[in-house]
């Protein structure tokens, strides 16, 4: 069964840099194909999605914050990680690592699913 | 970016009603939409996904219905335990979007 944990600093001065570490357990990020994501959550309000990063390597950003947003795998550590720059208290929220399986492909390129294993999230103030 | 539109924002049911909620996209999305609970402090657990197929080990009063731009999500006998909130995602096109939230309570 495979299971994701986030960690990282829960606590990121405004104007650095927040990263975060995704570990993948039960099974390795190298084996079949699937697309490793981040979402977040503000404290009683909607999901946003960051970003992901497909098992060839390749990723794909929200717009909103790709100018600052770096995902990244290391498959020596089982971990996909997630780096936001420039953070502002717009940015404290729970952070989610996700996976999502490839639903379908065509044209020589795959479709993402919807994510179906979560991590339990981690909480990320951005504060003085 | 694709609005998903998920209405109502909120509802309160009793055990045993049926609930229905509806996520409209702002432009075609097929079928690549998925619904989610979560529960207070917990993390989204997918319910459906390819807009109508049940998600292993969720039960068979979930169902979900649609293509193209409407999609709804129903619950044919509410139970103790489905109270929480009910989130819808695209993930057709990119940035993926969620619906801004269902939040199911007792009546």
């Known amino acids: 069964q495979v299971q994701l944990q986030e960690s990282g600093p829960g606590l990121v001065k405004p104007s650095q840099t927040l990263s975060l570490a995704c570990t993948v357990s039960g099974g390795s990020m190298s084996s079949g194909s699937y697309y490793w994501s981040w979402i977040r959550q503000p404290a009683g309000k909607g999901l946003e999605w960051i970003g992901y990063i497909y098992t060839s390597g390749s990723t794909n950003y929200n717009p909103s914050l790709k100018s600052r947003v770096t995902i990244s795998v290391d498959t020596s550590k089982n971990q996909f990680s997630l780096r936001l720059s420039s953070v502002t208290a717009a940015d404290t929220a729970v952070y989610y690592c996700?996976?999502?399986?490839?639903?379908?492909?065509?044209?020589?390129?795959?479709?993402?699913?919807?994510?179906?294993?979560w991590g339990q999230g981690t909480m990320v103030t951005v504060s003085s | 970016d694709i609005q998903m539109t998920q209405s109502p924002s909120s509802l309160s049911a009793s055990v045993g009603d049926r609930v229905t909620i509806t996520c409209r996209a702002s432009q075609g999305i097929r079928n690549d939409l998925g619904w989610y609970q979560q529960k207070p402090g917990k993390a989204p657990k997918r319910l459906i996904y390819?807009?109508?197929s049940l998600q292993s080990g969720v039960p068979s009063r979930f169902s979900g219905r649609g293509s193209g731009t409407e999609f709804t999500l129903t619950i044919s006998s509410l139970q103790p335990e489905d109270f929480a909130t009910y989130y819808c995602?695209?993930?057709?096109?990119?940035?993926?979007?969620f619906g801004q939230g269902t939040k199911v309570q007792i009546k």
């Open positions: 995602l695209q993930h057709d096109s990119y940035p993926w979007t």
């Open positions: 390819a807009a109508s």
């Open positions: 996700a996976r999502s399986g490839v639903a379908y492909c065509s044209g020589g390129s795959c479709h993402s699913g919807a994510p179906d294993i």
